[in-house]
């Protein structure tokens, strides 16, 4: 006969179980990742991540996009915007509801982009546009999104320049969509021009709409030194600066941000290795690193860290990744670094050793097929 002792500690033990194991904690986010991947195959996976010790699991799969390579999520995390970037001349972009109780993604609708190869997507904090990069098609496309959510027709702005006979800037390559931190100015950063072109946002009166529309900036772009290939840009954490990657020169440009306008102060090495391949680029949430991942070539992720008087980065280290860092992703409590290893199908994570800056792999590898992207959500 089992005592009463014996009986509280089994139940207590049961207890644990349940609590560990079977409910969602505080410790505990979402995690959204993009891939390449043919239609038919798995494009889209949604993870339970702790952000406290690094362990995940795979909750669902979404099928039915030819390279769902990027996603951008909206404020309330209730929508996800996916590119799908695939290969036909008039891709696609999708609408997808998401449910932060249960995980449940529901497909709203698709539209073209007008384009081809978008491999960046953006939407503002308002729910009122979503905007694609299209890499190929040398245009950014500017979709509105309607009361429900999804994504009403598309309009394409096509852009000219390049250098005839180059390899890889012989036309426009745009490859992201930002905001300034204030979302007043939108910024799309073009490879193939050595271009970085501003808009303003501006609500859309003259139908009574609420809707954001794009007028080109006083400026209408900022030039960067021939042969940089602009990438992607981040913030620092106090809005004041701004970091971008620059994919065929390797280095980070810090720019000053005032008014809308992004004065470049300094340039610094992040590819020693000068392979052509510098991907993503991102701030610790405490404003006091910098991280912007290599491929090609000694695949890694070059550390820095940032004055905080001056937004200066001065190169502290250097951690070697798995191949092809495409994108990585800091948690939302930035103790871990997370990079998407797209030709090594894997998800490495590192711990952020918040006083060096250093990363340490601890050894909790999530095994992807071709990564990409990386979004977390809070789970509700």
Known sequence: MIGLKTKMIFLASLMSFFSTSCMKTGNEVYMIVGSYAEASDTGIYLYRLNIDDGSSEL????????????????????????VGEGKEKNAKAYAYSFDRKTGDIRLLNVKEVGSSGPCHIWT???????VTANYSG???????VLPDGSLGEAEALTYDGGTPGSARQEAPHLHQIYTSPDEKYLYANDLGT?????????????????RLKLTEGDVP????????????????ADGRFAYLISELSGRVAVLRYEDGNLIPIQF???????AAGSAEIQVSPDGRFLYASNRLKG???????????TGLLTKIGYQPTGAHPRYFSITPNGKFLLCACRDDNVIQIFEIDNLSGLLKNIGKDIKVSKPVCLNYVEIL
Request: hydrophobic letters at 35%; glycine letters at 12%.
């Open 268 to 274: 610094i090495e992040a590819d020693s290795l000068k």
């Open 59 to 82: 909750l669902k799969t979404v099928t039915g996009i030819a390279d769902p390579s990027f996603q951008a999520l909206s404020s309330d995390g209730q929508f996800i915007y996916s």
């Open 299 to 309: 695949d890694g992720l070059a550390i820095f860290s940032i004055d905080s008087a």
């Open 194 to 210: 050595d271009r970085i072109y501003k808009y303003e946002l501006r609500a859309d009166d003259a139908n009574g709409s609420g």
């Open 221 to 236: 772009y900022f030039s960067l030194p021939a042969g940089e290939g602009p990438r992607h840009t981040t913030f620092g």
């Open 138 to 144: 040398g245009s950014v496309s500017v979709l509105p």
């Open 124 to 130: 503002d904090s308002g729910r009122r546009l979503v």
